[in-house]
């Protein structure tokens, strides 16, 4: 009987130790590994849309409250002004979510670039959505209103020959960020002046 | 007693490294020595995991209980792989998406296990830190020979950390031959690796 209480008394000590230890720990480094995992994640595709910016979009970035969630807005400076700035977004594509980086110029509401982040697509078709730079060129420039539609839906965009399910993905994609960029316009355009 | 200590520490190095006289611990030593700098990472990672579970089973070894032993080791082993892998995470992103999932693998790796219930459970803290440094060195240099020679074999190039990387070491024209970074090249390697150290071992 002795025994046994003294099993249990030692692993639960060092369950609670261990746990309380790594719970310490994580919270020290949370920050870190978020700037790390947006540096080396979703830095790369900021960085591609975010073109001739002066600042660091990864560090000069701030968030808001949508809802229930908060978004993070990430800002490029030109010339001493916060010119644009990128956000994600997501849109239902063939295998899974697309995940979306989208780039829009404060300036005029248009649209600077897209980029596809996270996806779960078929590799040589639906996956071309993030390797073919054509594709997503396509909505460079374009005012960032209203809603986009592949060409075979009346829209826009030319889909993808083969990956029509991904490319409507990827506008609707960018629609829903069209959407979350009107709700939350003033706020962003608030919030980004003060990086200079 | 110094002595022994030196030869707690040396005996990893040599007459018991892990992969090779041992032959434990296969599972990291095949899949992540497709580079040095992979194979350095990883077995530094196995050390720092090493030597704090050895102290801390040594430490501990005559308040754990005999019968739920294991499961305090592990407890022990999982607690140091975790903050491996959070820092890892934090200070080294790079290293970490490319050992990914075998950084985890750690806990289940049967060097720590061994080592612990082995030699740490019966031992006293300088000597199990002795143990655990030296066969975690030892398990750091076999994975580094391992990865030089895929390296070098199986892309032609030899990258040390980062950036520093020596790229046609073996000339332009050489063609790497890509089933050495596959899993079969890491069995054939290990194994002619194993037989080259029994034959000058044996003599």
Avoid at chain 1, 147 to 155: E, H, N, P, R, S
Avoid at chain 1, 173 to 187: F, N, P
Wanted: charged content about 15%; glycine content about 12%; proline content about 3%.
């Amino acid at each position: 009987m002795n025994e046994m209480v003294k099993m249990v008394v030692v692993l639960t000590i060092l369950s609670c130790v261990s746990g309380g230890s790594l719970a310490f720990l994580r919270q020290n480094t949370a920050q870190q590994i978020e700037y790390q995992q947006l540096k080396f994640v979703k830095g790369p595709a900021i960085m591609s849309i975010l073109k001739g910016i002066s600042n660091n979009p990864i560090e000069d970035r701030f968030k808001i409250k949508d809802g229930d969630i908060e978004r993070s807005f990430y800002v490029g400076v030109v010339d001493g002004q916060a010119k644009y700035v990128a956000f994600e977004s997501s849109g239902g594509g063939f295998g899974g979510p697309v995940g979306l980086m989208i780039g829009v110029d404060l300036t005029n509401d248009k649209i600077l670039g897209v980029g596809v982040t996270t996806h779960s697509e078929t590799p040589g078709v639906g996956a071309r959505a993030k390797t073919d730079p054509d594709f997503v060129a396509q909505f460079s420039g374009l005012p960032f209103k209203g809603q986009f539609k592949v060409t075979a839906d009346g829209g826009q965009i030319d889909a993808l020959s083969g990956a029509t399910v991904t490319s409507r993905g990827v506008c609707a994609g960018v629609t829903a960020a069209i959407k979350v960029y009107e709700r939350l316009k003033d706020q962003i355009k608030e919030k980004a002046q003060a990086f200079k | 007693m110094a002595k022994s200590i030196a030869h707690e520490f040396t005996k990893g190095l040599w007459e018991e490294i892990p992969p090779f006289r041992l032959v434990l611990g296969l599972c990291p030593t095949l899949a992540v020595t497709k580079t040095v700098e992979n194979g350095i990472g990883m077995g530094v990672a196995t050390t720092f995991v090493l030597v704090f579970s050895n102290i801390l089973v040594s430490a501990l070894r005559k308040l754990i209980p005999s019968k739920v032993r294991i499961a305090c080791f592990i407890i022990i082993i999982a607690t140091f792989v975790t903050v491996v892998e959070l820092l890892m995470q934090a200070y080294a992103y790079k290293l970490f998406m490319k050992l990914g999932i075998f950084i985890p693998l750690i806990v289940v790796n049967c060097i720590v296990l061994g080592r612990a219930e082995a030699f740490a459970s019966k031992n006293g803290i300088v000597a199990s830190t002795a143990d655990g440094l030296g066969i975690g060195i030892g398990f750091t240099l076999s994975l580094s020979a391992l990865g030089t020679v895929r390296e070098i074999l199986g892309s032609g190039s030899l990258t040390i950390w980062g950036d520093l990387a020596f790229h046609n070491i073996l000339g332009a024209s050489f063609q790497p031959f890509s089933f050495m970074v596959q899993a079969p090249g890491a069995f054939i390697c290990l194994g002619l690796m194993l037989c080259l150290m029994n034959l000058v071992g044996s003599k």
